[in-house]
């Protein structure tokens, strides 16, 4: 089944001398209505986003802080002082290397989950809203409520201590070193799965249903047709979720503000919007915060290029 | 499947683009270079002689809120041309942020009762306080309510950016039922010196009375050392604060004894490196609790006692010091009418409004003639007693608008050495000594 799209008629140059330009005619574009529809949210995009985004940036290369209106104060440029600052504090190395490894699991297992969960409940014919609402019923609750809960379970004398008996780590999940980032990348994929499941519940919807048939005629069985049909199937919101979920976790603050008591143990699950608060908003030193948050915006555009590249195809 | 010309008449870019984008973001840089600077150069503030009305924050626990609303009655009973709005102070994750916020936004109120010492020297930096030097008899005010303690709350030029209000004397409270049933006397309780301390902890958890001997909480947070270390360090020296003269005073000895005996107990399993849900004194997960005189009316269901914090060879209870636990008044500069907010600061913190806080709240202000001039309510609430007593002996955080650092740079150093047991103790506050050394170096 194939459509040709022809160029519309009324484009085709007529011959004589040279019309004058449509662009000329229109000077916004040929769709002007659409310019109206999409100018509040361009609004809110330069003033939520870039004029935040530019004063940031504009703030890391400054000697700045925080004042009342009518205070004056010098805001000399300081070239990249507030960047050496910055990066010469290991407790600011080591949080980009959390989330790092934050990310490194909490990623990969959220688009693997989320994909999974989807097909199932895509395929599932029985209690299939009782099922969607379990998985969204997490993303939907306040972190605040769920993060006291995960403390119960994974403390010393919590629950999953209980069940594993003497495979439980020691120290505990949450106070060691080693388990207490992984613990909350479990924590942040399994809360925000639900969100992820709806993205690839959508895109499954799109997945001709001839295309398993025809499958399934050449003989590949369930999981054939997954890696063959349904992977590629659904590439745009697989790109759609790694982007997000990095994006995202690259944010990473509540979960190590309650659930490990500050980044503990001992900095082991600082993440750089963590170290951002405490110099930015505690510190009172919103320049040197402000260099964290411009490395951390260009490392995550990087890895979304990357992402982009290399997942995204050519679509 | 799409045709390629059909394609390449919609995708292809006008000409006409390129100089039309380079416009646009000639504009966009424009408006941008002009909302920077302008964000520089709002104006806004009060005047020493203005008066008329004022709005006040003050905290939102129970108890102050029915101080708060008393004293805003009784002010605007007899100034109906200089009325007092009073709120609480708004939510956020801490008071510090809301108001520092409310600072840089230019709406916060005329005074504040919550100003936490810690943050002061932020805020006067930031340019939102006023100074009370400066205000018509401000400085002899102060001093002449709160005595050789106002010093504390003197900023490097001894001039004043906070009225010293009120304190909560940190001791340790215990369960006497708890103490009983592991075989301690509960009326003489033995936690005066280090050795008895941990010898009484480790009765009780060998017990099984309770899980913890003491649990303050092990979390980051830079304020946490105000409530394990700071309160015995201030003990064991007779009232060091944590840095003296832009120099950590804690790599000493003193400081050295104190790391030891806490990781004597984090290690020997007398505390735990857990945060707790929920109060553990409350819920009985500790048989003792570090903390002020407001916890009188939140532990009602306990059969509590209270000591001062211990010393290693143990101090006599009206020798010993600890930390403040302090909150502050603040009069920011946002404000209109501030020859008003003086008058209502010094209302506030008259003898009869003292009285009113220490009745409604259980919180000591911050005067040198407590004990005698409210001698009435310490006879008929002998709960209270010690702490009337402790409050003339108390030691506040360090001044200056690196306060925050420096307690964040203690703080880190403290969690991996003494809670979580990771290098050495000493080294770990020689370490934290030099880097604070440094931060408190900085303007």
Same mark, same amino acid.
């Given at each position: 089944m194939t459509s040709v799209i022809s160029p519309?008629?009324?484009?085709v140059p007529p011959a004589g001398p040279p019309p004058r330009s449509g662009k000329r005619r229109r000077p916004l574009g040929r769709t002007p209505l659409g310019l109206l529809f999409s100018a509040p949210y361009l609004v809110f995009v330069l003033l939520v986003f870039a004029y935040p985004l530019g004063y940031s940036i504009w703030i890391s290369f400054h000697d700045f802080f925080f004042t009342a209106p009518g205070a004056v104060v010098d805001r000399p440029f300081v070239g990249f002082d507030n960047f050496v600052t910055a990066f010469a504090d290991p407790a600011v190395i080591r949080s980009f290397g959390n989330v790092a490894i934050f990310l490194l699991i909490n990623v990969p297992l959220t688009v693997v989950l989320s994909l999974l969960l989807a097909t199932a409940l895509n395929r599932a014919t029985r209690a299939t809203t009782f099922l969607r609402v379990s998985f969204y019923v997490p993303y939907v609750t306040a972190s605040v409520a769920v993060v006291a809960v995960w403390i119960f379970l994974f403390n010393g004398g919590g629950l999953v201590n209980q069940i594993l008996g003497? &495979?439980?780590p020691d120290p505990s999940w949450l106070i060691n070193s080693q388990w207490a980032m992984p613990t909350i990348a479990f924590f942040v994929t399994w809360k925000q799965l639900g969100f992820y499941i709806l993205l690839y519940l959508a895109a499954l919807q799109?997945?001709?249903?001839e295309l398993y048939e025809s499958a399934s005629t050449d003989g590949a069985g369930r999981v054939r047709q997954f890696f063959a049909v349904t992977v590629p199937g659904v590439r745009p919101a697989t790109v759609l979720v790694l982007l997000v979920s990095t994006v995202t976790g690259a944010n990473l603050f509540t979960e190590p503000y309650l659930l490990t008591g500050g980044g503990g143990p001992n900095g082991a699950s600082a993440s750089p919007v963590l170290i951002m608060y405490q110099r930015g &908003?505690?510190?009172?030193?919103p320049d040197v915060a402000a260099a964290i948050g411009v490395v951390l915006v260009v490392l995550v555009l990087g890895i979304a290029l990357l992402q982009n590249r290399f997942a995204g195809g050519k679509d | 499947m799409a045709s390629t010309p059909a394609t390449k008449l919609t995708a292809s870019p006008p000409r006409t683009s390129r100089p039309r984008r380079r416009a646009t973001i000639a504009t966009i840089v424009t408006v941008g270079a002009i909302a920077l600077t302008g964000c520089a150069s709002a104006g806004g503030g009060g005047s020493t002689d203005s008066r008329g009305d004022i709005t006040i924050w003050y905290s939102n626990n129970e108890q102050e809120v029915a101080w708060g609303k008393q004293m805003v009655e009784a002010w605007n009973a007899d100034h109906p041309d200089e009325q007092i709005t009073g709120q609480e102070i708004p939510a956020g994750k801490s008071s510090e942020e809301v108001i520092g916020a409310a600072i840089t936004a230019g709406n916060?109120?005329?005074?504040?009762?919550?100003?936490a010492p810690s943050a002061v020297g932020q805020f006067e930096k930031q340019g939102g306080?006023?100074?009370?030097?400066?205000?018509?008899g401000g400085a002899a005010y102060i001093k002449e309510r709160?005595?050789?303690?106002?010093?504390?709350?003197?900023?490097a030029d001894g001039?004043?950016?906070?009225?010293?209000w009120k304190s909560n004397p940190v001791v340790i409270f215990y369960n006497k039922d708890m103490f009983a049933a592991a075989?301690?006397?509960?009326?003489?309780?033995?936690?005066?010196?280090y050795a008895d301390f941990l010898a009484t902890s480790k009765t009780l958890v060998d017990a099984g009375?309770?899980?913890?001997?003491i649990l303050p909480?092990?979390?980051?947070?830079?304020?946490?050392?105000?409530?394990?270390?700071y309160p015995l360090y201030a003990a064991e020296t007779g009232g060091s604060q944590l840095v003296e003269d832009n120099k950590?005073?804690?790599?000493d000895q003193a400081g050295y004894d104190v790391a030891d005996f806490w990781a004597s107990l984090y290690r020997d399993g007398l505390s735990s490196q857990e945060q707790f849900q929920g109060d553990s004194f409350a819920d009985g997960a500790a048989a003792m609790a570090i903390v002020g005189p407001w916890a009188v009316s939140v532990y009602k269901d306990v059969n509590w006692g209270a000591v001062p914090v211990p010393t290693k060879n143990g101090t006599a209870a009206a020798d010993t010091f600890t930390f403040s636990d302090a909150k502050n008044i603040g009069m920011y500069?946002?404000?209109?009418?501030q020859a008003t907010a003086w008058d209502v600061l010094k209302f506030s913190t008259s003898e009869a409004q003292d009285g009113q806080l220490l009745e409604l709240t259980g919180q000591m202000p911050l005067r040198t003639d407590l004990q005698t001039t409210y001698a009435d309510y310490f006879a008929a609430n002998p709960a209270y007693e010690m702490f009337g007593d402790q409050a003339s002996r108390t030691v506040e955080v360090p001044p200056g608008p690196n306060t925050v650092e420096m307690m964040q740079a203690f703080r880190d150093a403290w969690s991996k050495?003494?809670?979580?047991?990771?290098?050495?103790v000493h080294t770990a506050l020689d370490d934290a000594a030099a880097k604070i050394d440094q931060i408190a170096a900085k303007p």
């Open positions: 519309p008629a009324a484009t003497p &495979l439980a799109g997945v001709p249903k &908003l505690q510190q009172g030193q | 916060a109120p005329c005074l504040i009762y919550n100003t306080l006023v100074d009370l030097s400066t205000l018509d709160t005595g050789d303690t106002a010093a504390q709350y003197e900023n001039d004043y950016f906070q009225m010293p075989g301690l006397d509960p009326e003489s309780p033995k936690l005066s010196t009375v309770a899980p913890n001997a909480a092990p979390t980051s947070e830079f304020f946490q050392s105000q409530f394990d270390f950590a005073t804690f790599a500069t946002a404000c209109k009418n050495s003494v809670i979580f047991g990771e290098g050495d």
